[in-house]
């Protein structure tokens, strides 16, 4: 079972959703609407525990690491999860209007959960602090034991990351194709699966360009500094780039990341501190996907982002990317808080979320670990320069 992978079980789930939509009758539905409500309630009161979970050690952690080297690493990741994020706003806000269309009309319908079969009953798990409140704790608690050297808050900061991660590895990815299949079979039966697929497959081929359009910015960017041929060096980190996309996951990729970022000239000692740091720090990739996704979704509501809007959201997303755990489908778990409060995505935008970011994951993660060669070589060269 564990060689069926996360990405079959998505579309193998959203197949059978709009079957079962399709065919099957109201009460089971409603069935897999309870199980919705259940699982979606649960999301509601992990998530300011995964915001504290994944922030605060993150934040502690950094905060002890090599100085100066440190600072230029975790400066440039920021500057390019941020330029990534803008990217995808701008691409998608002249892009949209143009293709998310139905019967020639831009996308816009009523609030999709006002046509959804309700559950047969529904159970309250409050979460113990809002989302900002969570925020808040996590920097205060990370930065915090920075400054004071609190090595034993650090260790137990630590140790509540492993029991978030436990949680997210064991519960909640095991029954996200069930909460995805839940959610298109009561939109298949509701009447709005074709026009959520049609947007999907739209989505992911502009996803996939601009995460190009991405690499070849970080490369020529390095490649100028370095004074190489940025094409060369990009063909360099191509097995990192396919062996990210069978993984899934940075943290599993960075030996052949570390491999691939040698040999096309980075300094052993530089490599071995900025790769296994970029993979937890630099997800420009996934934060493509992640606000082109949320921006198709608010295009489906009939919403028109501003950038007022979204980039207060790229910019706290580029901080909470560092809450991103090395699962598969970390990145969105860890950006769920923002989309709700920063965003306003109700519990079903943030299913259609979760699944449309999940389908591409893979090219996500691959993006991130080939553009973590480019920052490193960023780096070498400019410690050269400063020596």
Known sequence: MKRFGLLPRIVLAIILGVIIGKLAPDWTVRIL???????GNFLGFIIPLIIIGFIAPGIAQLGKGAGKLLGITAGIAYLSTITAGLLAFFATSIIYPNILKVDGFLTSFENPEEGLLPSYFTVEMAPIMGVMSALLLAFLLGLGVTLIKGDTLTKGLVEFRGIIEKVISAIIIPLLPIHILGI??????????????????????????????MLLFQYTGSGMLNRKNPLSMMKGMLPAYFTALGTQSSASTIPVTLRQTK??????????????????????????????CSMAIMFLMGDTPTIAAVLPFIM?????MIAAP?????????????????????????????????????????CNVTGDGAISASVDRIDRMGR
């Open 184 to 213: 298109f079979a009561n939109m298949s039966k509701a009447g709005q699966v074709e026009t959520i697929l049609s947007v999907f497959g739209k989505v992911f081929i502009l996803v996939i360009i601009l995460h190009f359009v």
């Open 33 to 39: 609407a309870t199980f919705n409500d259940l699982f």
């Open 263 to 292: 040999k096309m000239g980075v300094r052993e000692r530089i490599a071995d501190f900025t790769v296994p740091l970029l993979a937890t720090i630099h997800l420009s990739g996934s934060t493509i996907t992640l606000v082109s």
């Open 316 to 320: 706290m997303l580029g901080i909470t």
């Open 326 to 366: 090395g699962v598969p489908g970390g990145a969105v778990i860890a950006a769920l808080g923002l989309l709700e409060t920063m965003l306003g995505f109700d519990q079903t935008m943030i299913t259609l979320m979760i699944a449309l970011y999940l389908a591409q994951d893979s090219f996500g993660t691959a």
